[in-house]
């Protein structure tokens, strides 16, 4: 199968953020909640990085898998540094990164400090794919409030699978649990462009991450090719 042509977005449109400069040719890719981010200060350039955010003091993700950044690379012509990369939200390192992941479990709530910078780095440019972790309720809970503060009057919408992220790299026509429920993706767009990915059931896909397991709880089964769609996406609109 022949790849198809897709180029990297622009990353901010402020012109007062950092500039990423994006040299990966014609950035093609095959027939392809943490942050994901394409970073250039510490990574070789054109490589792409992913930052699990740390928010809320030190909530982070530990059990989220890093394996489809590995799988990007297998499918499609992109490079990445095949690992996370730990990111505070306050921090002005966010604005190196396009794409983050954000995740956990438990309740929580963002400083007022970290809404704002969060709703700057949204309406800058910048991509959030967020999970509750193994479809933690309490989570899921509070991110939608959080979320509600960080872009007030924007609300989450379902995806249908007619969206076009649900074929970017592997075609995707449902998400089934590991307890063999239904699920879906939400999301938020700014300006006509997807800036919000957001799963309540979980995109851990502990199967790929050590000593980790969504013990008692739930995820998306095919969370591993889920990510993957969702990273080639975030880059190339």
């Known amino acids: 199968m022949k790849p198809v042509p897709l180029t990297v ?5 402020r012109s007062a953020l950092p500039v990423c400069a994006f040299r ?3 950035a093609s890719l095959a027939a392809a909640v943490i942050l994901c981010f394409v970073a250039v200060s510490d990574a070789k350039e054109g490589v792409v990085a992913c930052a699990n955010l ?3 003091g030190v909530k982070t993700a530990h059990c989220f898998s890093d394996e489809f950044l590995r799988l990007v690379e297998a499918k499609t012509t ?3 540094t095949r690992r996370f990369s730990q990111v505070r939200l ?3 390192e966010i604005y190196k990164f396009p794409f983050a992941i954000m995740t956990g479990q438990e309740r929580f709530a963002l400083a007022a400090a970290e809404v704002e910078r969060l709703r700057d780095y949204l309406l800058n440019g910048g991509f959030l794919l967020a999970s509750a972790g193994c479809s933690d309720s309490g989570w899921d809970h509070s991110f939608r409030l959080e979320i509600k503060r960080v872009l007030p009057g924007a609300s989450l919408e379902r995806l249908p699978f007619s969206h076009p992220l649900f074929n970017t790299v592997f075609e995707i026509r449902e998400l089934e649990t590991t307890h063999k429920g239904k699920a879906f993706l939400e999301g938020i767009v700014i300006d006509g462009r997807l800036a919000v990915v957001y799963s309540k059931e979980g995109l851990n896909d502990t199967a790929h991450k050590q000593g980790c397991c969504c013990c008692g709880g739930d995820e998306i089964g095919n969370s591993l090719e889920v990510n993957t769609n969702i990273l080639a996406y ?3 609109h």
């Open 54 to 56: 740390v928010y809320s």
């Open 24 to 26: 990966m040719r014609a």
């Open 90 to 92: 306050l921090s002005d």
């Open 9 to 13: 977005r622009t990353p901010f449109s």
């Open 234 to 236: 975030a880059l190339t």
């Open 78 to 80: 992109i490079r990445t």
